[in-house]
């Protein structure tokens, strides 16, 4: 079995890069001094409290590495403290900020005893244990960050009672369980990113709640049931990441409401109806769409063309059908178009037209329209597509005529794969110019003639599939140099002995 094309796993990563957005959340609320703080006064009691609340967390944790919280100790006031910080008048902490500090520990549940806290930051480290429901406590707490450790049990409901919270991340930990329906009382929330942790159960209506939240990230969860419709409430929502649950049903369509809505994925779902005709139209701030590996059916919406800023369409592993008569010229920045394994085409003769309008696309990276029933032959204009372009999956489908000479230009491809269509004539041996190629997969055709030998000096190819053709003559010399192709050849299919309608001599290069 040959290694079924797909889309490379970094252009997935994309649609994380929001939640790095919190940083300018932090911006936002922490460059203005609060008034309530110059009216506390200061007392001994208090920063007694502090002192020995901060101890208590230092004692939780058991293993510091790099000896950040050695500092912690009474040589000098804990305000001066390492990740720690205090109000500039009263002296009380405001804030613990111990991002990547490779801290292994629990979350001492005396953190509820500094009441003065603001912000609580303690990204990428490996806190265990339960998330202290004495968090519930801090009605100051603004900022809650506890992305990237391994926190279990549940969500404390008691958060709800922080209702001046504004960014509630727990993302990347081990959190099982609801959503606590309570959680809906937060209503100065503009982020709730809970992403790549073990939550189940439907999502809350009471999300209708959360007036002011711009980013909603939930994705790969146990998330079940359907999309509630009151999300569609969510005027400010920018980003909605879904994707990797068990949602079923359909989008309701109050979500098309979502003016602002630059970011929205649902990918890997069991979700089902089509996207709406004015999709591009209801989100003319569109940057990421991903509905890829659901059941949705019919057109692609025409109207994404009138969504200037998209860059990423992955609606592959679907039941997409009808024409691509998608227009893309008008958006410069794409970077990722993935329809492949849909029902798009009827195999009939201008089913490539719409390459012609991706020449515009110039931050075009990954084009992959493999797995559909798309006829039509390659137009001369592939070869203005971008340059940028390294990967063009079109395998499996019916797409007949020769190989452009012009795919030379794609000179950033590192892997074509054209297999299992059927085009005819000879391999241009233009490919020779594609110096990144690192697989090059042409079976199942109709081509013929020789093997260019150029196809051989291509150094960084590792995957070459030219069987089932009718192909001649000999391997090229080229290819018998080692030095210069064999060392990254792991596969070359024997074409003559496995299949025997190819006359040619089976390859020579060795792994080495
Ligand atoms: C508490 O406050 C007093 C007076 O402001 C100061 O002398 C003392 O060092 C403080 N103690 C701690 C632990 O911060
Ligand atoms: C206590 O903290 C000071 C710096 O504030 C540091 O120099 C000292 O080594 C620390 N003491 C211990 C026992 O770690
Ligand atoms: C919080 O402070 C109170 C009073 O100082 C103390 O009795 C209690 O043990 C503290 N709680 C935690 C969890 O440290
Ligand atoms: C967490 O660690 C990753 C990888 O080391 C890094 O890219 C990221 O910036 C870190 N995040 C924070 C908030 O420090
Ligand atoms: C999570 O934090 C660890 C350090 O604890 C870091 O190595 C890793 O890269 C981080 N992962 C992400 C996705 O930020
Ligand atoms: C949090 O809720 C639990 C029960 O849900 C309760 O026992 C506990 O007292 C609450 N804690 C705070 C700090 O409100
Ligand atoms: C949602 O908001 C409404 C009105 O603001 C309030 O009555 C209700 O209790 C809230 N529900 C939750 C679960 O927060
Ligand atoms: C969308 O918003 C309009 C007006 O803002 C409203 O009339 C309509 O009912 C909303 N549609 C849905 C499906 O919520
Ligand atoms: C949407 O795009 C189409 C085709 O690109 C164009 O004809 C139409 O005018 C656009 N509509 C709006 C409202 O911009
Ligand atoms: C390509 O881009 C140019 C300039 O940005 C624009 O004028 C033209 O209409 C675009 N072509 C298509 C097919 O959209
Ligand atoms: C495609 O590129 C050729 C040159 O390689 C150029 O002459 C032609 O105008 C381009 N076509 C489009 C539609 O950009
Ligand atoms: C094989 O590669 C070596 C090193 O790149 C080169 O010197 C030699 O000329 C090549 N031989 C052939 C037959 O291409």
Same mark, same amino acid.
């Not at 801290?103 to 806190?127: K, Q």
């Not at 900022?143 to 009672?161: C, D, F, K, M, Y």
């Not at 199942?444 to 093997?451: A, M, P, Q, T």
């Given at each position: 079995?040959?290694?079924?094309?797909?889309?490379?796993?970094?252009?997935?990563?994309?649609?994380?890069?929001?939640?790095?957005?919190?940083?300018?959340?932090?911006?936002?609320?922490?460059?203005?001094?609060?008034?309530?703080?110059?009216? +506390?006064?200061?007392?001994?009691?208090?920063?007694?409290?502090?002192? !020995?609340?901060?101890?208590?967390?230092?004692?939780?944790?058991?293993?510091?590495?790099?000896?950040?919280? =050695?500092?912690?100790?009474?040589?000098?006031?804990?305000?001066?403290?390492?990740?720690?910080?205090?109000?500039?008048?009263?002296?009380? +902490?405001?804030?613990?900020?111990?991002?990547?500090?490779?801290?292994?520990?629990?979350?001492?549940?005396?953190?509820?005893?500094?009441?003065?806290?603001?912000?609580?930051?303690?990204?990428? =480290?490996?806190?265990?244990?339960?998330?202290?429901?004495?968090?519930?406590?801090?009605?100051? #707490?603004?900022? #809650?960050?506890?992305?990237?450790?391994?926190?279990?049990?549940?969500?404390?409901?008691?958060?709800?009672?922080?209702?001046?919270?504004?960014?509630?991340?727990?993302?990347?930990?081990?959190?099982?369980?609801?959503?606590?329906?309570?959680?809906?009382?937060?209503?100065?929330?503009?982020?709730?990113?809970?992403?790549?942790?073990?939550?189940?159960? !439907?999502?809350?209506?009471?999300?209708?709640?959360?007036?002011? #939240?711009?980013?909603?990230?939930?994705?790969?969860?146990?998330?079940?049931?359907?999309?509630?419709?009151?999300?569609?409430?969510?005027?400010?929502?920018?980003?909605?990441?879904?994707?990797?649950?068990?949602?079923?049903?359909?989008?309701?369509?109050?979500?098309?409401?979502?003016?602002?809505?630059?970011?929205?994925?649902?990918?890997?779902?069991?979700?089902?109806?089509?996207?709406?005709?004015?999709?591009?139209?209801?989100?003319?701030?569109?940057?990421?769409?991903?509905?890829?590996?659901?059941?949705?059916?019919?057109?692609?919406?025409?109207?994404?063309?009138?969504?200037?800023?998209?860059?990423? +369409?992955?609606?592959?592993?679907?039941?997409?059908?009808?024409?691509?008569?998608?227009?893309? %010229?008008?958006?410069?920045?794409?970077?990722?178009?993935?329809?492949?394994?849909?029902?798009?085409?009827?195999?009939?003769?201008? !089913?490539?037209?719409?390459?012609?309008?991706?020449?515009?696309?110039?931050?075009?990276? +990954?084009?992959?329209?493999?797995?559909?029933?798309?006829?039509?032959?390659?137009?001369?204009?592939?070869?203005?597509?971008?340059?940028?372009?390294?990967?063009?999956?079109?395998?499996?489908?019916?797409?007949?005529?020769?190989?452009?000479?012009?795919? %030379?230009?794609?000179?950033?491809?590192?892997?074509?794969?054209?297999?299992?269509?059927?085009?005819?004539?000879?391999?241009?041996?233009?490919?020779?110019?594609?110096?990144?190629?690192?697989?090059?997969?042409?079976?199942?055709?109709?081509?013929?003639?020789?093997?260019?030998?150029?196809?051989?000096?291509?150094?960084? #190819?590792?995957?070459?599939?030219?069987?089932?053709?009718?192909?001649?003559?000999?391997?090229?010399?080229?290819?018998?140099?080692?030095?210069?192709?064999?060392?990254?050849?792991?596969?070359?299919?024997?074409?003559?002995?496995?299949?025997?309608?190819?006359?040619?001599?089976?390859?020579?290069?060795?792994?080495?």
């Amino acid at each position: 079995m040959r290694p079924s094309p797909s889309i490379p796993a970094w252009a997935f990563l994309a649609l994380f890069t929001l939640f790095q957005w919190r940083l300018l959340l932090f911006f936002i609320c922490f460059s203005f001094p609060s008034p309530a703080a110059a009216t +506390v006064t200061q007392s001994m009691a208090a920063n007694k409290t502090d002192d !020995e609340a901060l101890l208590a967390f230092k004692s939780k944790i058991s293993q510091d590495p790099r000896g950040v919280l =050695n500092l912690w100790n009474d040589s000098l006031h804990f305000c001066k403290w390492p990740g720690v910080t205090c109000g500039r008048r009263h002296r009380r +902490v405001t804030m613990i900020s111990l991002r990547s500090k490779n801290l292994v520990g629990l979350l001492s549940p005396s953190v509820g005893n500094l009441s003065f806290l603001r912000e609580i930051t303690l990204t990428n =480290n490996t806190i265990h244990g339960e998330i202290p429901h004495e968090i519930g406590k801090l009605f100051r #707490l603004q900022v #809650l960050t506890l992305t990237n450790n391994s926190l279990e049990g549940q969500i404390p409901s008691n958060l709800s009672r922080c209702t001046n919270l504004i960014d509630l991340s727990l993302g990347n930990n081990k959190l099982r369980g609801k959503i606590p329906e309570e959680l809906g009382y937060l209503s100065k929330l503009t982020q709730l990113s809970i992403y790549e942790n073990h939550l189940q159960g !439907e999502i809350p209506h009471s999300v209708g709640n959360f007036s002011s #939240l711009e980013i909603l990230s939930g994705s790969e969860n146990f998330f079940e049931g359907s999309i509630p419709q009151a999300l569609g409430q969510l005027k400010s929502l920018t980003a909605l990441g879904l994707g990797g649950n068990k949602l079923s049903g359909m989008i309701p369509s109050s979500l098309y409401n979502l003016s602002l809505i630059t970011i929205f994925s649902f990918g890997d779902n069991q979700l089902h109806g089509s996207l709406p005709s004015n999709l591009g139209l209801s989100f003319p701030h569109l940057q990421q769409i991903d509905v890829r590996n659901n059941r949705f059916v019919g057109q692609i919406p025409l109207s994404i063309s009138n969504a200037s800023e998209l860059r990423l +369409v992955l609606l592959a592993y679907n039941h997409f059908n009808g024409k691509i008569s998608n227009s893309f %010229g008008s958006l410069p920045y794409l970077t990722l178009l993935g329809l492949n394994e849909n029902s798009l085409g009827d195999g009939e003769e201008d !089913e490539m037209h719409f390459l012609g309008s991706l020449a515009n696309c110039s931050s075009l990276k +990954v084009l992959g329209i493999g797995e559909n029933r798309l006829g039509g032959s390659l137009p001369n204009t592939v070869g203005n597509l971008s340059t940028s372009m390294f990967y063009f999956g079109l395998s499996g489908n019916q797409i007949s005529g020769v190989i452009p000479e012009d795919i %030379g230009n794609l000179v950033g491809l590192t892997l074509f794969d054209l297999s299992r269509n059927r085009v005819s004539g000879k391999i241009p041996s233009s490919i020779g110019n594609l110096q990144n190629l690192q697989r090059l997969s042409l079976y199942d055709n109709g081509l013929s003639g020789r093997i260019p030998s150029a196809v051989g000096n291509l150094s960084w #190819l590792s995957e070459l599939y030219l069987d089932f053709n009718m192909l001649q003559g000999d391997i090229p010399s080229s290819f018998k140099n080692c030095t210069t192709c064999c060392h990254y050849i792991f596969l070359i299919i024997p074409l003559v002995a496995a299949y025997p309608q190819n006359s040619l001599a089976f390859p020579l290069c060795q792994f080495h």
